[in-house]
C-alpha cells in the first residue's frame, strides 16, 4: 500500500536513525585519518571500568572475561574513534599476585570499547581471578570459574537462575543476595534490560526514549551495568546467558515485531540490539552477531553431572499463532509447523540430548512450557507468548522425552515475573499421568514491582491446574544444588524492591529425585 501510515515506531526510527547515520557518516570520514591508531597509553581522569568486569560461557580449560571502556556511559560511552590496547590478567589467588595467564586486546569503537578474552589453557573445575589494564587504569577483580572435564564425575554442583531485570521497577537487591552464595555459575534467562522509554514516578528512571538504534541500545546496557548489585553479581561468578524478548521488542516472535512493523525495518532494530547483547555480555566469537542472526543455543557440561542446553526461543519463532495475549484453545496452537525454536535448533536440541550422558539434563529457556490454564471456572485461557501458543512444538519435545527416556529432564524458565513449579506432562489434562520432566520458572530480579506472595484469583488457577506444585509473585532468584541422587532448588524472594535493602527469604524448596520426573516439596 502505496500511502499506507506510518506506526508511531516506524516515524521515530526514520527520524532518529536518518540523524544519525549523519552523525556516524562524518565519524567515519574523520577516522579514515588521525583516529586509527591504536591507543597504548589512553589517560582517564576518572576510571573507564565504571562498568565494572563480568566472565561467561566457561569451558573445561578456560573462560570468556568481559569488560567495556567507557568516559561516558550513558550518551554513547564518550570513548574518541580510536581502538585502545587493554591488557587481561588470569591469576590463580584474589589478591592476583600469582598471575597464571596474561595477554593484550584490542576495544575498538566499532564494538563499543568492548573486551571479549577468550581465555584458554586453564584448568578444570578450579576458581580463578581476573582483571584488566588500560593505560594507568586498573580495573575491580572479578571471580571466574572453569567447567570440570566432561568426563569427570562431579559430586555438586550449585547455580542460580534469574531474569527479568526491569530497572524502572525497582532494586537489583537479589543480586547482592545471589552474590554472597557459593555459586558454580548463573543463569540469566532473559529480559535483562526492557526497551520503554524512560517514564516518572518509577522506583527508578530508564535514560532515553524506546530504544531503537545502537547507541540507544547500547546507553541502555550501560545503564543496568552501572547498578552495584549487578556488578557483584558478575563479578562473582561466570554467568551463561540467553535473551527474551526486552532485549529487543516486547512479545517479538522471528521478524514479527509487537506493533507488526515493516519486517526489514524491525529487522534492522534487531541486528541493533543483538550487536548490543553480545557488545555486554560475556559470549564467544560463536555468538558475534552476522546483521539480524545470533547464536545463542548452546551447551555446556559440568562432568557426568549435568548438561545444560541453553535454548533461544525469540529469534527462530514463528508469530505468535493465534494472536497475542490469553486466548481459548485456538486450531493454529496445534499447527505442527508453529514453532518455539526452528527446525535446525530442534534437531540440535533432540540430537543433543539423545545422546548426552549428564545425569541431569537441564534446559535453562525463557517462556513457560507447562500448559497452564490461566481462567478460573470452566472456561480456558492460555499465553499465546508461551509453550501453549505452539502445543505440537511442546509436545514433539515432551513426547521425545517420554519415548527417549534421557536421564532426569528438567526446565528453567523466566519470563513471567513469578515462581512456579510444574510437573510436565505428555497431555496435561489427564490429572493421573506421570511427569515427564520437571518445571523450574523463576521470579523476576525487579519487574513487576514488590510482588505479593499469592494473589487471590491464583488460587483457583492452581486448583485448575494440579500439575502446578507451587505458585508466588514475589521478587527474587531461584538457587539450585545438584548432586547424583537429587536437585534441590531454593526459591528465594524479597518483600520489597522499590527501595533498596530487603532481606532474603526462602520461601519454598523443591527436591527431584533421581529417576523420578516430578517435583516433591521439602
Ligand atoms: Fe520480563
Ligand atoms: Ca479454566
Keep these: 500500500m502505496a500511502d499506507r501510515t506510518l506506526t508511531a515506531f516506524e516515524r521515530m526510527w526514520l527520524a532518529r536513525t536518518d ?31 565504571a562498568l565494572g568486569v563480568a566472565s561467561g560461557d566457561p569451558a573445561d580449560d578456560g573462560v570468556v572475561l568481559w569488560t567495556r571502556l567507557v568516559r561516558d556511559p550513558l550518551n554513547g560511552g564518550g570513548m574518541p574513534p580510536a581502538p585502545v590496547d587493554v591488557r587481561w590478567e588470569v591469576a590463580d589467588d584474589e589478591s592476583m599476585r600469582r598471575i597464571v595467564k596474561h595477554g593484550r586486546v584490542t576495544a575498538s569503537a566499532a564494538w563499543a570499547h568492548s573486551v571479549h578474552v577468550e581465555v584458554d589453557g586453564l584448568e578444570p573445575g578450579r576458581v580463578y581471578w581476573y582483571r584488566f589494564h588500560a593505560g594507568a587504569a586498573t580495573s575491580p577483580v572479578g571471580r571466574t570459574r572453569t567447567l570440570p572435564r566432561r568426563s569427570d564425575d562431579v559430586d555438586r554442583l550449585r547455580f542460580a537462575f534469574v531474569s527479568c531485570q526491569h530497572y524502572e521497577a525497582g532494586f537489583f537487591t537479589a543480586y547482592r543476595h545471589l552474590a554472597a552464595e557459593d555459586l558454580d555459575v548463573v543463569f540469566h534467562l532473559g529480559d535483562y534490560i526492557y526497551e520503554g522509554p524512560g517514564r516518572d514516578s518509577q522506583a527508578r528512571k530508564h535514560h532515553g526514549l524506546e530504544l531503537a538504534t545502537l547507541e540507544d541500545y547500547r546507553n541502555r546496557y550501560a545503564q543496568y551495568r552501572l547498578d552495584p548489585d549487578l556488578q557483584a553479581a558478575h563479578a562473582a561468578f561466570p554467568w551463561i546467558v540467553t535473551p527474551d524478548d526486552h532485549e529487543v521488542d516486547n512479545n517479538y516472535a522471528g521478524a514479527v515485531s509487537e506493533n507488526n512493523d515493516p519486517p526489514d525495518l524491525f529487522m534492522r532494530r534487531r541486528a541493533a540490539a543483538y550487536q548490543a547483547y553480545y557488545e555486554h555480555m560475556p559470549l564467544r566469537r560463536r555468538s558475534v552477531p552476522r546483521g539480524p542472526a545470533i547464536q545463542l543455543y548452546r551447551q555446556f557440561n559440568y562432568g557426568k553431572l549435568a548438561s545444560f542446553f541453553v535454548l533461544d526461543t525469540r529469534q527462530f519463532r514463528t508469530d505468535q499463532p493465534c494472536g497475542d495475549g490469553l486466548k481459548p484453545q485456538c486450531p493454529g496452537m496445534s499447527d505442527p509447523r508453529a514453532t518455539l525454536l526452528g527446525p535446525a535448533q530442534e534437531r540440535w536440541l533432540f540430537d543433543e540430548v539423545g545422546r548426552s550422558n549428564g545425569q541431569w539434563n537441564v534446559l535453562p529457556q525463557q517462556v513457560m512450557m507447562a500448559k497452564v490454564d490461566r481462567m478460573p471456572g470452566p472456561d480456558e485461557r492460555f499465553s499465546m507468548d508461551q509453550w501453549s501458543g505452539y502445543d505440537a512444538c511442546r509436545t514433539r519435545l515432551l513426547e521425545f522425552f517420554a519415548a527417549r527416556r534421557p536421564s532426569n529432564p528438567i526446565v528453567l524458565t523466566g519470563d513471567i515475573h513469578s515462581n512456579w513449579v510444574n510437573d510436565l506432562k505428555v497431555n496435561f489434562r489427564d490429572a493421573a499421568a506421570a511427569a515427564v520432566a520437571t518445571e523450574f520458572v523463576g521470579t523476576s530480579i525487579a519487574t513487576g514491582g514488590d510482588g505479593v506472595d499469592q494473589a487471590p484469583a491464583m ?64
Design 19 to 49: 540523524r544519525r547515520a549523519f552523525l556516524l557518516g562524518g565519524l567515519t570520514l574523520l577516522g579514515a585519518g588521525a583516529f586509527t591508531r591504536v591507543q597504548a597509553r589512553p589517560r582517564w581522569d576518572e576510571s573507564p571500568f
Design 459 to 522: 488460587k483457583d488457577v492452581l486448583g485448575e491446574n494440579p500439575f502446578v506444585k507451587f505458585q508466588n509473585s514475589q521478587r527474587g532468584y531461584v538457587s539450585c544444588s545438584v548432586t547424583r541422587e537429587a536437585w534441590h532448588a531454593d526459591y528465594h524472594v524479597l518483600d520489597y524492591v522499590s527501595r533498596p535493602g530487603a532481606p532474603r527469604k526462602t520461601r519454598a524448596s523443591f527436591r527431584v529425585t533421581n529417576g523420578r520426573p516430578g517435583a516433591e516439596r521439602l
